[in-house]
Each structure stands twice: as C-alpha cells, then as structure tokens.
C-alpha cells in the first residue's frame, strides 16, 4: 500500500487592479475558477489587489503643501478600499481573534450602516463591513481553492495595506496588515501592528500547512521574516506591487534558505488602459538620456524568454500612428521549491493567465537537515 502523497498544488497570477471593485472581484473569481479547475491549492494574488497600488501618484503632496486635486484623489482612493468590519488601530481585531470569529457585535464597519444578516460558511451571521469578506468567502468556498490576497483596508480614518487567507471551509482565518509601509506609502497607508504578523494553519488534503505572507518590501527586513520562520511556517507568501528582476534571486534564496516553498505574486501595471502595450508585433522602441534626447532602439528578436525584451517605466512604444507607454509594472509572479527551484514562473507581461506547480511538503523537512533558520540552524 502506498504512503499518502505529501503534495499540493499551488497557483498565482500576476493581474492588474480592475476599475471597480466589482470588476476585481469578478477577475479574481475567474481565476480562482480557474485555479480550482487546475486542482490548485491555494492560489497567491498581488499586493494591494483589492483598492489598487498607486503607482506614480503623490495625492499633490510636497513637505509643507497639499493640493485641493490631491486631497479629492486621495478622497477617491479612500472610497475605493475594502471595508472587512475590523475596528479602528494598527492590529484592528484581525489575527486570530474577535474579528476572524465574527464577535464583534452589531454595525457593519466604519460606517453604520445598520445590521444585516448574511450566510458565511458556518451560518447565520451579522454582516460588518462592504460584503467583500462574505464574497471572498463564497468564491473560496464555491472553488474549493485557498485564496491568499493582498488589499487596501479600509478601518475608521485610516488604510492599511492587508493581507487575507480565506480558507474554502472556514472562510477568512486570518488577516494581517503591513507593519512599515515602504517610502512614501506611509503618506497614505497607516503601520500595522506586529500582533498581526501571526501564521494561520489549515489541513490541505490530510496534511497541515502553517502559511504566513510577508508583503512586499517586508521580505527585505530579516527580523520580521525571521518571526515567521519561528512559527515553523512551510508555505511562504510573498506579495507585492513590485515587478522588478530582484524579485526572483529575493524568493530563490527564501525556499533554498528557509526550506519551505515560496510563492511570489506581482501585479501587471499598465500605464495606460487594460491590457496596454500586450500586441504582439515587433514594435520600435525608444528611451530619453537626460538631455531629453530620443535614443532609437532596435525591436529584440523574438525570445520564448520574455525577460529579453527591452521594458520599463522610460520605454516609449511606437504603434505606427501613435506613441503609447507600455507596463510600469511587468508582473513577474513565480513559485519557488523548498531547495531554491524556480519551479513556475517568472510570469511577465500577463494579466490574464495563471501559473502553478506541485511541491512536496516534505521537502521542507529534507532541506532542513542543511539549514533550519529558526531551529538547529539558529546558533
């Protein structure tokens, strides 16, 4: 008789933040279809997915001024964020506590909007929030798919750049918001709590997965990575908004380092429209030195490696009639195996598709006879 297999089968994509919060959802959905029609497991989508990353904005702010324009954007972005129900302050209720067991009473979030009775996974419930729990849930449930993803939280007066993992049986399980927001992502975003950086355990086909996510510039501070590893975590996510080359050696060293998988998911960012700068005829393109002079390029021969080709926030694209920017974001989602395999991925350039392989959990137990960071290898 054979030993039960110890493998499961991860999936993430690399989608751009639809124009309304619906048309999100709906992407999301498509994908975690998707997914659940492939057999994954769990499925990793980018930073900031929900509410948008807002790459290129400054709200109309310089030290000592603030423009009326900005402060409506920021308005806008503002409405724009997910309302989960949580209360007001850097760890909310989130974790494992009140808010994940629905405790928090009556009202349904920043905005009192009276109650409404909804049907979550275990009955009925008092609805807090915009409904988007209750529709992560559904979609995980209805997918059978573990959903891991990235959004802007919206809570009282502030926003947060959070994380959920919606469990398909359980519904939401945990919820952690990001402790430092990067650079000037602190003029928006407000810091989380490091009482939110506690891992979530599920059972995925009879085997226990301790999961944690490190949002995006999280995974270069080694204390906060390290408080992970302490939970003897074997599946590491990692989203972000960030579509940079770095990435892949940054997860390559996490699964090979840690012995544990590592799931990188990064959004596609077009500079303008769905989907732009995505035909595939050769195209003239075109950089500016600092002088503002045009320097002509020649278009890459055609290269099953998408990295090949020439692609950043400079680029100028020449479509015969017009110049269109291409992506100031090229995605690059991947899967890293417990040894440092780049076993999926990079995905560039691809706002549509889903990649995703199968891992072996015991993996993370033979690659600790090399090195355990929190364990035998923490001297």
């Known amino acids: 008789m054979s030993a039960p297999s110890t493998k499961i089968r991860l999936a993430t994509a690399s989608p751009a933040t639809q124009s309304t919060r619906q048309e999100t959802l709906a992407q999301l959905e498509r994908l975690a279809r998707s997914a659940g029609d492939k057999k994954a497991d769990f499925l990793l989508l980018p930073e900031a997915y929900f509410g948008g990353y807002p790459r290129g904005s400054d709200f109309g702010c ?18 724009e964020a997910i309302d989960l129900g949580d209360i007001v302050g850097p760890a909310g209720a989130g974790g494992l506590g009140k808010w994940v067991k629905r405790e928090l009473g009556g009202g349904v979030g920043d905005e009192d909007e009276g109650r409404n009775e909804d049907y979550g996974n275990e009955g009925p419930t008092t609805r807090r929030g915009d409904g988007t729990r209750e529709e992560l ?24 750049c959070a994380v959920v993992y919606v469990c398909p049986r359980r519904g939401m399980i945990g919820k952690r918001r990001k402790v430092m927001p990067t650079g000037t992502e602190r003029l928006i975003w407000a810091q989380g709590s490091p009482a939110t950086l506690q891992a979530v355990s599920t059972i995925i086909r009879g085997i226990r997965v301790n999961i944690a996510a490190a949002i995006c510039w999280e995974n270069y501070m080694p204390l906060l990575r390290q408080s992970l590893y302490a939970q003897n975590i074997n599946l590491y996510f990692a989203p972000t908004a960030d579509g940079r080359d770095t990435w892949l050696p940054l997860t390559g060293a996490e699964g090979r380092a840690r012995s544990r998988p590592s799931i990188l998911a990064s ?27 045009e320097i002509v390029l020649s278009s890459p021969v055609e290269s099953p490696n ?74």
Not at 72 to 79: S, T, V
Not at 137 to 160: D, H, K, M, N, P
Not at 271 to 292: C, I, N, Q
């Open 267 to 293: 959004p596609v960012s077009p500079l303008t429209g769905h989907g732009a700068g995505s035909a595939s005829k050769p195209r003239r393109r075109s950089v500016f030195d600092e002088d503002g002079n």
């Open 137 to 160: 849930e559904r979609v995980a449930r209805e997918t059978g798919v573990f959903i891991v993803v990235g959004l802007v939280e919206r809570a009282g007066g502030s926003l947060y």
């Open 306 to 379: 998408p990295k090949t080709a020439v692609s950043s926030s400079a680029v100028i694209e020449e479509d015969g009639e017009e110049e269109k920017p291409k992506f100031v974001s090229r995605g690059g989602s991947s899967i890293v195996s417990p040894f440092g395999d780049v076993v999926a991925g990079p995905q560039w350039e691809d706002d549509e598709g889903l990649i995703y392989a199968d891992v072996d959990l015991e993996d993370c137990v033979r690659g600790r006879l090399d090195l355990d960071a929190a364990g035998s290898y923490s001297r």
């Open 62 to 79: 310089k030290i000592g001024g603030r423009t009326e324009e900005g402060r409506d954007e920021y308005r806008r972005y503002f409405r």
